[in-house]
């Protein structure tokens, strides 16, 4: 487990950022977790949300995590902050989270690593959901307990069936990125082949066990939250909260 850092600082008031950067004036603890560097890019008629993740601002090679439509706008955002795209990471393989990764991959020359469970709707470039996507055969396929190291960044591959079946997180330095678990109020369908109510809560659970509440969490759509805040707040974790997790 990633312990966060905790610095104590002086700020002036600038505002409410994120889940990650509250902050106020005076003397405060502020708890930040390692400076990975998070953009998003909405992608598509679904608005799903790419990541790209840096190990630091001015790195020269970024991560792309699900690339759901044409990368084109994405690469020219990449070329703009002077970073190559080092690696494509995938959490599950519907169509607006996989429509853009043959693209970019064949483009950039950048190896995928995408989840073995679910990995053929790529390789055959047809979705559970019956969409036509451009295939790509991804060079690694990555299991719950694995690590990817690319770009400076070691991601912790964790299994959160429940949306999908075969679907996996990425966690790295108090970040999860969680594809379409959870998000900010609300969790991911499940009436598609492979969904299951039940599974999803275990799968939410485990990370509520596993991971500290600060611990940032990057949605497949939508904005960033916390596990904290899903927790407290979230309708759909009622049941959660009744077990006093
Ligand atoms: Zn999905």
């Not at 795209?85 to 483009?107: F, N, Y």
């Not at 020359?109 to 019956?130: C, H, M, Y």
């Not at 998000?183 to 599974?199: I, K, M, N, P």
Request: net charge negative; hydrophobic share 40%; with cysteine.
């Amino acid at each position: 487990m990633v312990e966060p850092k905790v610095w104590k600082r002086r700020f002036a008031i600038v505002g409410f950022d994120d889940a990650a950067s509250i902050r106020t004036a005076g003397d405060y603890t502020q708890t930040l977790f390692m400076a990975l560097v998070v953009d998003s890019f909405v992608m598509g008629p679904f608005q799903s949300n790419c990541y790209v993740v840096r190990s630091e601002r001015g790195a020269g090679e970024a991560v792309v995590i699900d690339p759901g439509d044409d990368p084109t706008p994405l690469r020219l955002e990449l070329a703009g902050m002077g970073a190559r795209t080092g690696a494509i990471l995938v959490t599950h393989t519907d169509v607006d989270h996989i429509g853009g990764v043959a693209a970019l991959a064949e483009g950039t020359g950048s190896e995928v690593w995408a989840p073995s469970g679910e990995v053929d709707a790529l390789k055959n470039g047809l979705t559970r959901g019956g969409m036509r996507v451009a295939p790509h055969d991804p060079e690694h396929v990555v299991n719950g307990g694995d690590a990817v190291s690319v770009a400076g960044i070691t991601f912790d591959v964790v299994d959160v069936p429940g949306h999908s079946a075969g679907h996996v997180a990425f966690h790295a330095d108090g970040h999860l990125f969680s594809g379409d678990l959870l998000f900010a109020g609300s969790v991911g369908r499940v009436d598609l082949a492979g969904g299951d109510w039940d599974t999803l809560l275990a799968s939410v659970r485990s990370l509520l066990d596993g991971f500290p509440g600060a611990t940032i969490v990057h949605p497949g759509h939508g904005p960033a939250t916390t596990l904290e805040r899903e927790l407290q707040t979230n309708p759909f974790l009622r049941d959660l909260r009744t077990e006093g997790i």
